[in-house]
């Protein structure tokens, strides 16, 4: 017995022990970082600041846009991460200032424009209206003038006095080729002229017809020294001649006549107005 436990207590001597280590959790990589949460703000200010550039072009969009993106991108800026977006917030949003600021002058230069067209547009309607008004006012004027002259009167037809000096009927020319038609009459009118208008104003021997028994008659080829040759009178000035015409024979009734058009703003429509002075 004794052997035997010798024996295995030297056999267990001869056996190698196996020493049993403690199990220890491996060490950290220290090349691995922790994963950093996004930075919303940074994310906010770029948005708002790509926002703001596209919608520069409106009146103060652009302004307040870009403030609210620098606002942001600068409180962005205080933390670790999102630098990158921040400052693409503050950049984008100060071009969107400096492009609000020009728009916004474009806008109200562009409403001191309208405002000053706008009055000047007003002030020209005025004086077109106070135009009309006073072209309307002459012309009614003129229509409410008196028309029809008595002889020996000096008459106003229109912008002219016209007077009739003196009236020579059965006139005989001495060119037998200038006589009076079978069954008419030559008669020499001396007229005098006198533009009573402000301005300038032009008429001839064919703007006085001689109205004989209701038939007015154009004046005739036929000069009579002096003759009347009219012309454009200006203000104040006076012409005088002799007018030729060729009536029906033995006519009672002679009156000069002339006709003057105008244009009637209050029915819109022209209208003939027709002067005479009986000779």
Known sequence: MKNESSKDATKQSDEPQTESKPVSNPAPNPTTKAVQPTNGLAVAAMVVGIIAFVLAWVPFVGFVGGIAAIVLGIIALKKT???GMSIAG??????SILCGLVIAFMFFAGLALLGGATIEGSKVATEINKAAANYS????AMVDAKKDFSKGQTAIFGNFEVKANSVQRNYVPDNEYSAAGEGKELVVVNVT????DTKSNQISSYDLSLNADGVANTSNYLVVAPEFTGGS???GATA???IVY????GASSLKLQHEESIYDLKSSELKTLTYTLAI
Request: hydrophobic share 30%.
């Open 81 to 83: 991460n999102g630098k």
């Open 193 to 196: 002229v006198k533009n009573t």
């Open 233 to 235: 009178l200006s203000a």
């Open 90 to 95: 503050i950049v984008t949003g100060a071009i």
């Open 240 to 242: 005088s001649g002799n």
């Open 137 to 140: 006012k002459e012309q009614q």
């Open 246 to 249: 060729e009536i029906t024979k």
